[in-house]
Structure formats: C-alpha cells, structure tokens
C-alpha cells in the first residue's frame, strides 16, 4: 500500500512538473542556453566551490524550468546527491520521463542500488503510462530516414575520398533544411538511441537491427560482382576461416550473417553498425557529421538556433567545432575550402578523442573563453570531474564525444 501511494504521489508531482514547464514554454520562457547555465552553475557549485545545497538548488531550478530534461544532467545530479547522502531518487524516476531505463543504470555504480527498484517499476501501469508518453513525442518518421542514412553512410566512407565527399555534400544539403523543419534529430526529437525501439511501436521490421541483417545480401552481391571489395566490423572471430559476422547492438542483442566459403570477406573491422545505446543521447547523427569534417562551419546557425530549442547540446557544437580543428583534416580543409576555425577562436577540448597537432597544448584562458561564450563550463571542472570518476565511481560524461 505504501508503495502504491508513493507511486501516486510521485506520478501527480511528475505531472504538476510537466505542467508548469508547459506553461513556462507557452509564455516563451524556454530558452535553452539559461536551461544550460543553470546545469554550470550546478556544476561549479559542487566541483569548485564544494557546495552541494547550491548544486542541487540550481539543478532543480533547470529540472522544473523547463520541458526537456538531458537525461545526462538527471543521472549527473543524481549521482552527486547520492554521494553527498541527499535523496536522488526522485532525479533517476524523472529520468524515465525522457527515455531512461534501467539497463542504462548499469554504466553508473553509485546508482546500482536503485536498478532493482526501477526494473519493478517498469513493469506498472504507471511507468507504461510514462513510456507512452515518451514514445508518442518521438519523430519515427524523421528517426527512420535516419538510420537508413547512418547505415548507408557507413557502407558508402570506403569510397575513394573523392567521391565520398561528395556523398557527404548530397546528404548535408538534405539534412539540413530537415533539421530546420523538424529539429537537429537529438534525442529530444528522435529519442534516446535504440536498436528495438520501433518494436515499441508495433513496426519491428522497422528497428535498426533488422535493417541490418538485409546487409548480408548487399555484401554478398557487392562482393560478387567483383567490382568493389568490402570490409566489415567483426566481433567475434576474425581471420581466415571465419563464417560469421557478429554485430553485437548497446542493448546486448546479436545479429549474425553467416557466409560461405565463397563470400567471406577480405578483411575486418571498417564498417561499423550499431546504436549505441549507452551515450544516453541518439548518436546516429554525429557519426554522419563526423565524417563530413565541415559540418560545423555549414551548419553553424542552424546549430545555434538548435541549442536555443534545447535540440542539440552546446557540447556537441563544441565537439563539432573541435572536429573541424583536427590535425588529420588539414588537407582537406584547404581541399575544400573548410574555414580553419584553429587560426581564430583555439579549440573547446571536449574530447579526449581528438587531436589538434602543434595546437594541442592551447592556453586554458583561451579554451576557457571559448566555452563560456558557448555556455560550457570551464575546462578546470571537467579536470575535477573525470577525477570523480576514477576516484568514487562516477559516470559524467555522456555522449559521441565522451571523454574518453
């Protein structure tokens, strides 16, 4: 009985909550870039001044602000209340308004204690409510394009560099005045990262990993023609002899082509198709931006009027910024004509992924200036938080660009 009140009383204070974020977006109150100071200012307050009261006050004005919620910033101030003994649950139960689940609690060992309790959750009337919710404000539409362009994009990289850039420039012209119409395909506006999600839905045929397994007659064909050879991603046994290609998805499931003698591919690990699940986020996107190099240039004032809607995370336009700075991309900067963005503003150091050559070791005063005019937070506290991380078992950076 206690627990069924608890349910209730939880579900109202949800409601109430989405309410008044409701309200808040109708009379033009949600802009995302004070969502995103108020997540520093939360941030500051713990790492630098050690203030918990003052962090958690500022994570809460942003959590009852405003609609959306990055459920990285909810599993964040979760794990900072839990190892400063306050009550975080009530962060982790928000979290399922905006895709959360429990499998995704794995990845945090101080929130261990709670995946129990959140796997029963699941399956009541309440969460299913929630879920619905959830899924009812996703574009399926916009989110199938994409993993048929995501997947396309990964057989299409092994071209001749030629004309894979134009491949690139094809898909950017129709991307971006999708993103103008329908938002930057985040996780707020296609959901968070997931290989069944279709399932959830009724059109299973339609999940990323069934459109994968139609990849075994693409290659078999491709390979058969003799007019090009291909690569894949093994996972399970490579080298000579091998007969099946595992593709392992972030949610544990397999899928395995099986080959004859005949068709066995030449050589592994260059094709890559999965959905990563785990960045808490819908990385899909980033790996076709990634791999146009210029996507930050060409995108730029669309991506901030994404920020703006709380579409797109200004970490991620940061991490768009520094792909463009990269060392390997110099050629074909001056190929393109891409703007070299290290002669002006220095680099945000988002990711540890990237490397910028001579510009590597850029002065603190300038990375920080950079992120502060993009509202991130200095460099100092990500130092202080990937500390956190090895020391007490927190999990604090999400995403394509994580930190390591």
């Not at 990993?209 to 007019?227: A, S």
Request: aromatic letters at 16%; one cysteine or more.
């Amino acid at each position: 009985m206690y627990m069924k009140r608890k349910l209730i009383v939880f579900t109202i204070f949800t409601l109430w909550l989405l309410s008044l974020a409701a309200q808040n977006q109708r009379n033009g109150n949600e802009n995302y870039w004070n969502y995103h100071d108020l997540i520093n200012k939360a941030e500051i307050a713990f790492y630098l001044n050690e203030n918990v009261d003052s962090c958690l006050y500022y994570y809460n004005q942003a959590f009852s602000t405003f609609t959306f919620n990055y459920v990285s910033d909810l599993l964040n101030a979760a794990q900072i209340a839990q190892f400063s003994k306050k009550d975080y649950k009530p962060f982790v139960y928000k979290g399922l308004n905006y895709g959360l689940k429990s499998y995704h609690l794995t990845q945090t060992p101080l929130l261990n204690e709670i995946i129990t309790e959140i796997q029963d959750f699941e399956n009541t009337s309440e969460y299913k409510t929630i879920r619905q919710n959830y899924l009812s404000k996703l574009d399926f539409d916009y989110m199938s394009w994409l993993f048929d362009l995501a997947i396309d994009d990964q057989i299409r990289k092994m071209d001749p560099d030629s004309i894979y850039e134009i491949y690139t420039l094809s898909y950017m012209i129709e991307l971006a005045p999708k993103i103008k119409k329908n938002g930057f395909p985040s996780y707020k506006v296609i959901g968070i990262a997931d290989s069944t999600i279709f399932s959830e839905i009724g059109k299973p045929e339609l999940d990323f990993m069934r459109r994968v397994e139609k990849l075994h007659d693409y290659f078999w064909q491709k390979e058969r023609t003799g007019n090009e050879t291909f690569s894949f991603a093994f996972s399970g046994q490579e080298g000579e002899g091998s007969k099946q290609v595992e593709l392992t998805l972030a949610t544990g499931e397999a899928v395995t082509i099986t080959f004859t003698d005949e068709e066995l591919p030449p050589s592994p690990a260059k094709y890559r198709f999965s959905i990563p699940g785990e960045y808490i986020t819908n990385s899909l996107v980033f790996n076709l931006l990634h791999h146009r190099g210029c996507s930050f240039s060409e995108l730029y004032e669309i991506l901030l009027e994404e920020i703006q809607k709380g579409n797109l995370h200004p970490r991620e336009l940061g991490f768009l910024y520094d792909r463009q700075c990269e060392s390997v991309l110099v050629s074909w900067r001056k190929r393109t004509n891409c703007p070299d963005l290290l002669q002006e503003d220095g680099v945000f150091r988002t990711s540890k992924i990237l490397s910028f050559g001579k510009f590597e070791e850029w002065s603190v005063e300038k990375v920080n200036a950079l992120r502060a005019k993009y509202h991130i937070v200095p460099e100092e506290v990500d130092k202080i938080k990937e500390t956190f991380e090895s020391k007490h078992g927190f999990k604090l950076f999400w995403g394509y660009f994580e930190w390591d």
